[in-house]
């Protein structure tokens, strides 16, 4: 989390900085009309280990979103939520189990609540119908109901019923609003439908193009969204994707970068001197990522070496995950060792009918970055990359040169290690002189206790418990 490493500038923010460890075993997201409006929007996680429901407030911060925690329900003893559904009525159904610790299945007894309101004069009435059997126009009215569950459903079978059952879907959006709550469903209908030859694609695309140059429009995120998702760069967007790379609605800027990834050949000039540079961390992210992938050599050195420190800090992001990160698929390195699990257990599938060890399928085992670049040759890519890297270490700039530290320090390569060591020491000194001198208001200490001769080779209990 960027909260304990902040030197990190490759993490991304989390929603809830304070969340701490847990064991969260199942999310859910309501908005619906049955429980009081404060509930509405909000996130509800069940955790195992905070015997708790806990329900996060959402609100947008940036390209994503920021959540303040409140707990919806607390098990008491041994009563642990290990799932959270929203069920008929806009009612929240938890699963309980009855766990002292995590003991194997089936050995504990198990409860399902049902949280509704406790007033029944302001219980939503449930309308109860078969989405199979339902005509298009009650499916489309289901989506501006206000229920967010019940509208996914229409329009999951909207789209299942295909080109028939959405022909109106243009209309439909052209007549509505985007203060409505139909109108984000309609918005990725029309896309959807466009993308698939359903409608006609040159209305739905101007209408989301008006949308989008619309600064003042609610719908402007979502409708930036569907446009990079289900049309992406090519023919009379390019020139619209190119410009909202500098948009100030970071949003924007993200779903440009996502859409320019897209493409065979992105603006990467114009995402490294815009959303490269953002300190919003998902934009950057997306930003360098697109780098990483597309940029040439000599575009990532001469980023790196360029007089803004926030495109050499974006340069040193692209180069280290070009680096240390291979392909999520792909052949493994020749030679690369992998490690095993501990419980021979793991390899063995249990399917209907027979047990597979998947060792005898392929290469399985663990490896860490250092086992990935230790196997093998390097290319000279790779060898490159590692120079860039090792230049950084010098940079004016603390972020760039702790960024390029951590990189390295994945590789454990006997080049860098000093050179990594004597950076971050050279920071820890440096904040320690700019750090304030504070007081030491209270000091506790515990003991002397006799070591009865036997010097620290006595364990006392203290040292084998919490205090």
């Not at 994503?64 to 929203?86: S, Y």
């Not at 139909?182 to 359903?198: I, K």
């Not at 000279?380 to 940079?395: K, V």
């Not at 006997?414 to 050279?426: I, K, Y």
Request: hydrophobic share 40%; with cysteine; glycine share 10%.
């Amino acid at each position: 989390m960027p909260t304990k490493t902040p030197d990190r500038a490759d993490l991304l923010r989390t929603m809830v900085k304070d969340m701490g460890r847990g064991v969260p075993v199942g999310q859910t997201y309501y908005d619906e009309p049955g429980l009081p409006e404060r509930y509405r929007g909000n996130l509800l996680l069940a955790r195992w280990g905070r015997r708790a429901v806990t329900r996060y407030v959402v609100r947008r911060h940036g390209a994503t979103f920021q959540a303040t925690e409140h707990v919806l329900l607390e098990g008491l003893d041994t009563a642990r939520p290990v799932g959270v559904a929203v069920g008929r009525g806009g009612n929240v159904f938890v699963t309980l189990a009855y766990m002292a610790h995590n003991e194997g299945s089936p050995v504990y007894r198990s409860d399902l609540l049902m949280i509704r309101r406790k007033d029944p004069a302001g219980r939503r009435r449930f309308r109860g119908f078969d989405m199979l059997e339902a005509s298009p126009q009650q499916l489309f009215a289901e989506l501006g109901r206000g229920g967010s569950w019940p509208a996914r459903r229409a329009y999951v079978e909207l789209v299942r019923r295909g080109r028939g059952a959405v022909a109106g879907v243009v209309d439909r959006l052209k007549a509505s609003n985007p203060d409505r709550s139909e109108y984000p469903h309609l918005v990725w209908l029309a896309a959807h439908s466009a993308r698939l030859g359903w409608v006609d694609r040159g209305k739905v695309v101007r209408q989301l193009v008006e949308l989008v140059r619309d600064g003042d429009s609610p719908a402007r995120g979502v409708a930036t969204r569907a446009l990079a998702e289900c049309f992406g760069v090519g023919g009379e967007l390019k020139k619209l994707w190119d410009g909202l790379l500098s948009d100030g609605d970071p949003r924007v800027q993200q779903f440009a970068v996502i859409a320019q990834a897209a493409g065979p050949a992105p603006s990467l000039a114009k995402i490294a001197a815009g959303p490269a540079r953002s300190t919003d961390s998902y934009v950057r992210q997306s930003a360098f990522q697109v780098m990483a992938r597309h940029g040439s050599l000599k575009q990532l050195a001469d980023w790196a070496v360029s007089r803004d420190d926030r495109v050499r800090l974006a340069a040193v992001l692209a180069i280290g995950t070009r680096l240390t990160i291979p392909p999520a698929v792909g052949s493994l390195r020749p030679g690369l060792p992998l490690g095993k699990w501990p419980n021979d257990k793991v390899y063995r599938v249990t399917y209907v009918g027979q047990t597979v060890d998947v060792r005898t399928l392929g290469p399985v085992g663990v490896f860490s970055t250092a086992d990935h670049w230790r196997a093998g040759k390097h290319t000279p890519e790779q060898e490159t990359l590692f120079s860039l890297l090792l230049a950084r270490l010098s940079d004016n700039s603390e972020a760039v040169r702790l960024q390029a530290a951590h990189y390295l320090s994945l590789t454990r390569d006997p080049r860098s290690e000093s050179r990594v060591d004597a950076v971050r020491r050279q920071s820890e000194r440096q904040r320690l002189k700019r750090a304030p001198i504070r007081g030491v208001a209270e000091l506790w200490v515990s003991g002397p206790f006799d070591d009865r001769g036997a010097g620290f080779q006595t364990v006392h209990p203290p040292e084998t418990r919490a205090v």
